[in-house]
């Protein structure tokens, strides 16, 4: 009879190493992997953010995308926004043109994107201007963060003008000044409707306009 007990208990035993080891593996594999305040379902970095990836748009999947962010639980920790610097303006850029040219009428496109706006060029031989303009704006719109600005204009002249804006530096104040006289010169074109009754039609807020005013 004692015996069988201690048959018992060494099975017991051994069944309790067996399932310590499974969860070992099972959290190995576990769906989520975790890197700083981000848990990704797909071990696989997005390709707008400038982090070691290849130049090139990923390639169409069959997977959703997928990103989880979580708040520091830390005061005053803002390494989350640290994102924000890291996106690929090249590549936004791209994607802009690219989608734009999607848009009936819209055939030539040039996109410049700065640390806040988006400056976007393009012909058309589109009868409504204006509703162009909207369409290439909020294309634009959907895809960068939504505290950019953007401005377009159908003068194609001024396509060329994007694009030498984009070989000067953009940290030194004279670049920042050939982005404010292009602007002023886009903003003869329509600019398409209003973003909201909060913004106008480049999506700036009364806060944004005092805050250039005084910049």
């Known amino acids: 009879m004692l ?3 201690k048959l018992i208990i060494v099975i017991g035993l051994c069944t309790i190493t067996a399932l310590t080891g499974c969860s070992k593996d099972m959290t190995k594999n576990d769906v989520y992997e975790e890197s700083g305040n981000t848990i990704n379902v797909n071990n696989k970095r997005h390709e707008l953010y400038n982090e070691g ?5 990923r390639d169409v999947s069959n997977n959703y995308g997928y990103v989880r962010h979580q ?6 920790d803002n390494t989350a926004n640290d994102h924000y610097t890291a996106l690929d303006r090249e590549q936004l850029a791209n994607i802009i043109s690219k989608y734009s040219t999607n848009i009936p009428n819209v055939n030539d496109v040039a996109s410049l994107v700065t640390d806040q706006e988006v400056l976007i060029a393009y012909s058309t031989d589109s009868k409504n201007r204006s509703l162009t303009a909207d369409q290439v704006k ?10 950019y600005h953007v401005y377009v204009s159908d003068n194609k002249v001024l ?27 886009m903003k003869k074109s ?8 909060h913004e106008d039609e480049n999506g700036l807020t009364p806060d944004d306009q005092n805050y250039n005013q005084n910049r």
């Not at 990836?53 to 748009?57: E, H, M, T």
Request: glycine share 6%.
């Open 3 to 5: 015996s069988l007990k």
């Open 53 to 57: 990836a290849s130049r090139g748009i």
């Open 71 to 76: 708040k520091s639980p830390l005061m005053n």
């Open 138 to 147: 909020r294309t634009a719109m959907s895809v960068v963060p939504r505290y």
């Open 159 to 185: 396509i060329r003008d994007v694009e030498n804006l984009a070989n000067l530096d953009s940290t030194s104040r004279n670049s920042r000044n050939l982005v404010n006289g292009l602007i002023k010169q």
């Open 190 to 197: 329509p600019q398409g409707s209003r973003m909201s009754a």
